[in-house]
């Protein structure tokens, strides 16, 4: 079974800097697909970002990118210009194509500081 | 916006009632899932299901079952409460060309006393 670890439990960043969140995965897939999630404390999940294993650029939406190391399972999020909503948990996912179980990590609190 | 509504939002219940929580979609998507939401382990799929009277289950399935007998709801079934079923339950849909993004509901809150 795919695990997905994310290391840090709880982060805090300053109003306007900019935060990485890491996040690793365990498959023997080739072809997969990654995603962040964000969880504000009004609880719903928001996708944030998508990246393709297929794909070696890597993906970007507004201040939010990632950083995809395929060789090194690796998925992490950067958030530049950090506002005060972006405070929430923040999930990754993988899922495998035509699978159908998205496997999360287990979060990480990320508090941003006016 | 999914067109993703859950409910109810919160219920509290005894152990050994049974209990279903609802999901509705307004889009005809046709993937839909739920997930229970414990701390420290993140979202765990329970069934998923992948058209009318079409379901499967994921990696929390014990002590759960489902029934879709309409492309827009999704119903979760609790035969039997038991207060390790205390969680936050959230309903998803899949969108896009390969299926494979998922947008949550709002979430219900369960507890079981």
């Known amino acids: 079974a795919q695990t997905v670890t994310q290391s840090q439990p709880e982060m805090s960043v300053q109003e306007a800097e900019t935060v990485t969140l890491s996040c690793t995965y365990d498959?023997?897939?080739?072809?997969?697909?990654l995603f962040w999630y964000k969880q504000p404390p009004s609880r719903q999940m928001i996708l944030v970002i998508r990246?393709?294993?297929?794909?070696?650029q890597n993906a970007t939406e507004n201040r939010f990118s990632v950083n995809f190391q395929k060789a090194a399972k690796s998925f992490s999020l950067k958030i530049s210009d950090s506002q005060l909503g972006d405070t929430a948990m923040y999930f990754c996912?993988?899922?495998?194509?035509?699978?159908?179980?998205?496997?999360f990590g287990a979060g990480t609190r990320l508090t941003v500081k006016p | 916006d999914a067109g993703i509504t859950q409910s109810p939002r919160h219920k509290v219940t005894e152990t050994g009632t049974p209990v279903t929580l609802r999901c509705h979609q307004t889009?005809?998507?046709?993937?839909m899932y739920w997930y229970r939401q414990d701390p420290g382990h993140g979202l765990r799929l329970i069934h998923y299901?992948?058209?009318?009277?079409?379901?499967d289950k994921g990696e929390v399935s014990d002590g759960y079952s489902v029934s879709r007998s309409k492309t827009e709801d999704f119903l979760l079934t609790l035969e039997s409460a038991t207060s390790s079923q205390t969680s936050v339950y959230f309903c998803?849909?899949?969108?896009?060309?390969?299926?494979?993004?998922?947008?949550f509901g709002p979430g219900t809150r369960l507890t079981v006393t």
């Open positions: 498959t023997s897939e080739n072809n997969y697909y």
């Open positions: 299901s992948y058209g009318v009277k079409d379901t």
């Open positions: 889009e005809n998507h046709r993937y």
């Open positions: 996912a993988f899922m495998k194509p035509h699978n159908n179980d998205m496997r």
């Open positions: 990246q393709e294993a297929y794909k070696q």
């Open positions: 998803a849909i899949s969108v896009g060309r390969f299926s494979y993004e998922q947008y």
